[in-house]
């Protein structure tokens, strides 16, 4: 039996144990093919130029360790479904390049891995409690705490630490305490008085939950509030994130510029495509960005590209991380057809890149008729599949008026530049958190896995805040995929309708 030492929640659960459990992916995710195929390293160039970048290894090296990464959602299957009392979870280690399976006993793994193309690269660590056990942990103490979009508290699984984290969203509990809006001082002493019992009975809910979970240790965590982000660009003669106006579909990775209500511009970008079918919203077309985007807007003005309004300012919105998303219907139906409906391959994010700089690829071609390529997306992954050293890579729109004459400033600093970029999963909790570089302006852009072309979640961006030219020791979260479509489908179960990411050609 192992202790967990409280962090971030006082007292609360010092010297206390308990048992854990891990998410599972639900929300209308999809998994990509689990056929084997030989990854072409034209599709991962990016990916494999962060390798080579970061960890000193020859492009073969890269694309081994690429391949491995593509074989590891697959065994993460295999093990979930065939040795669930033993499988503990994965994770790559970049370091070494190698692949660590963990399990309660490494010998009920053996079957699996004997035939795995990369054998010798792939070792096993002895855990004390299974997947499993630590989702069904996870799962009774999300009941007890009541988590979702507006709790103060939610679970996760950590794979690597063997453990389940409860993370405390502090400011929803000082929301909740100090309501605001009263007809009178004694009406707002009076709710105040009401919010706080909440938020105390939370928290005796948090406590009761951890106690009668005797077997994993549970660590708390407290997650910081996210902050709201505080022309024309020249056409490019082909799709750059800034400027794609006429040069095919919507698609993830372009820039979107929202109206303060001050009269001023910021901008975030576009995640991924959604449809909904049956119900009360059959066929629509929706595109996903961040919605934190969207907080304090008031002034109803269309979300532009470029000058031209292509999308709705308002839709399914949420802003409490890690429900920060918003699906937003376009302004109306010429709009939907000029930006989505005639065409083809609706399942695309942007690949840009340009030569020259620290946070650029600078050995990826990038001819003048090469710069942007896009990246066709045919499944997702949920959380609970995505695993720690995945290589990932992210398009972002953020942009600055010095590096960026005649685009919206959206604050990323001098020496940023809007495009692609690779890195890898450090680790997830209740978000997927990567190295990636990300900027003001950023928000809302798509997260995929170019090893097997999947969704994986849009930028939340809350780890860290800096300006300027990517540097080393960047840190970035991103909302999951597969808790926006849960939490969509929860708000709408009445009207039956499903929402999913848009993964065929013309979907």
Not at 467 to 488: F, H, K, M, R, W
Request: proline fraction near 5%; include cysteine.
């Amino acid at each position: 039996m192992s202790v967990g030492r409280a962090r971030g929640l006082g007292a609360l659960f010092a010297s206390v144990v308990v048992t854990a459990t891990v998410l599972s992916a639900s929300g209308g995710a999809t998994a990509a093919p689990s056929t084997r195929t030989a990854l072409n390293p034209a599709a991962v160039a990016e990916s494999v130029r962060y390798l080579v970048d970061s960890y000193g290894v020859s492009e073969r090296e890269a694309l081994r360790r690429l391949a491995l990464q593509d074989e590891s959602a697959r065994l993460d299957r295999v093990l979930r479904t065939e040795n669930a009392a033993e499988y503990g979870g994965m994770w790559l280690d970049q370091t070494s390049g190698e692949l660590v399976v963990a399990m309660t006993d490494p010998a009920a793994a053996r079957r699996h891995l004997e035939d795995l193309p990369d054998r010798s690269r792939v070792r096993t660590q002895a855990v004390r409690h299974s997947l499993a056990d630590l989702n069904a942990a996870k799962d009774r103490i999300a009941a007890k705490v009541g988590a979702g979009p507006d709790a103060v508290y939610l679970p996760a699984v950590d794979e690597r630490a063997n453990e389940v984290v409860l993370w405390e969203r502090a400011w929803v509990a000082r929301e909740k305490s100090a309501p605001v809006g009263a007809a009178s001082a004694d009406v707002a002493a009076a709710g105040e008085s009401v919010a706080r019992e909440a938020v105390a009975r939370e928290a005796d809910a948090a406590r009761r939950a951890v106690s009668e979970e005797p077997k994993v240790a549970v660590r708390a965590k407290v997650l910081p509030k996210p902050n709201p982000l505080a022309a024309t660009y020249p056409d490019r003669g082909y799709c750059h994130p800034l400027a794609c106006a006429g040069y095919g579909p919507m698609r993830g990775g372009l820039r979107l510029d929202m109206k303060r209500d001050d009269e001023t511009w910021g901008g975030c970008t576009a995640g991924f495509n959604l449809r909904s079918t049956g119900g009360g919203h059959p066929g629509k077309a929706w595109v996903l960005t961040a919605g934190h985007c969207m907080a304090t807007k008031t002034n109803n003005t269309p979300t532009r590209h470029n000058g031209v309004p292509v999308l709705q300012q308002h839709g399914i919105e949420r802003n409490s991380y890690p429900y920060d998303y918003a699906a937003v219907l376009y302004v109306d139906t010429p709009t939907r057809q000029t930006w989505l409906e005639n065409h083809t391959g609706r399942n695309r994010v942007l690949k840009y890149c340009w030569n020259g700089g620290m946070d650029s690829n600078i050995d990826t071609p990038c001819g003048e008729q090469e710069k942007s390529v896009d990246e066709y997306i045919t499944g997702t992954h949920g959380l609970a599949e995505v695993k720690a050293g995945w290589v990932v890579c992210a398009t972002g729109s953020a942009s600055n008026a010095i590096d960026d004459s005649g685009a919206v400033d959206s604050g990323a600093g001098k020496g940023y530049r809007a495009g692609t970029r690779c890195g890898r999963v450090l680790s997830t909790d209740v978000g997927i958190n990567t190295d990636l570089c990300a900027r003001r302006g950023d928000s809302g852009g798509p997260l995929f896995s170019q090893v097997d072309h999947t969704a994986l979640g849009i930028l939340e961006g809350n780890q860290q805040s800096r300006s300027g030219a990517c540097a080393a020791g960047e840190l970035n979260n991103y909302v999951p995929i597969d808790t926006i479509l849960t939490d969509i489908h929860t708000q709408y179960a009445s009207l039956r309708s499903k929402f999913s990411v848009i993964t065929t050609p013309n979907g």
